[in-house]
């Protein structure tokens, strides 16, 4: 397996730009979650679903960020429009099951210019 | 609210000797406990984990201890080696949130030779 993967790797927009980030979990991982990283507030939790559904999106910053798993080889977070304190890397992760640990992706830099 | 702390951004260990990295959590129902190492320009990656049922877990080099009355966890590293410098995640999880990974803000390890 190729592990969790994450498009782009790198985004580079401008301000007011819609910004699509793309997700593709490890097979037979139920649970995936959105992460942001930033020296601030180091990783936080935005959205988790489990089996596709979304089970909380308490973490989703403003109504600027939204998050789709249309089926379980796929998860998009999306934000629109782009602001430069939305900077920062924004990571995918999965789980086979509740009790264990999670795979995480790359990142995906966004940097809003 | 940073329910998982780790109050030291950065340490400096000799190579051999032991580095040892604490984290405090708050919230009590949190029951499952991992540490994920993370190098520049990738995602975490899972290094151990302990339920809140041990107080003590091992894998190799690697050890976590709990002690859920003072709310602490820390993780040993024994013998330290150059190419474990990296950042450090303490994480926490509950069942109500469906395991979800509250992360501590890391601390930065340097194993100098």
């Known amino acids: 397996d190729a592990g969790v993967i994450q498009s782009p790797r790198h985004e580079v927009t401008e301000m007011g730009q819609e910004v699509t980030l793309r997700c593709k979990p490890i097979?037979?991982?139920?649970?995936l979650f959105w992460y942001r990283q930033t020296m601030m507030r180091g990783l936080e939790l935005l959205i988790y679903f489990n089996n596709n559904v979304p089970i909380d999106d308490s973490g989703m910053p403003e109504d600027r960020f939204s998050a789709k798993m249309p089926n379980a080889s796929f998860s998009t977070l999306k934000i629109q429009p782009s602001e430069p304190r939305d900077s920062a890397v924004y990571f995918c992760?999965?789980?086979?099951?509740?009790?264990?640990?999670?795979?995480f992706g790359q990142g995906t830099r966004l940097t809003v210019v | 609210d940073q329910q998982v702390k780790q109050n030291s951004p950065s340490l400096s260990v000799q190579e051999g000797r032991i580095s040892i990295l604490n984290c405090d959590y708050t919230n009590s129902m949190f029951d499952y406990f991992l540490w994920y190492k993370k190098y520049p320009a990738e995602g975490p990656t899972f290094l151990i984990s302990i339920s809140s049922i041990k107080d003590k877990n091992e894998d190799g080099r690697f050890t976590v201890f709990l002690n859920k009355s003072a709310k602490h966890l820390s993780l040993h590293i024994v013998p330290s080696q150059p190419g474990d410098s990296a950042v450090y995640f303490c994480?926490?999880?509950?069942?109500?949130?469906?395991?979800?990974?509250?992360f501590g803000k890391g601390t930065s390890l340097l194993v100098t030779p």
């Open positions: 097979s037979g991982h139920n649970s």
């Open positions: 992760a999965g789980k086979a099951s509740l009790n264990t640990e999670a795979f």
């Open positions: 994480a926490a999880s509950r069942p109500n949130s469906g395991y979800a990974l509250n």
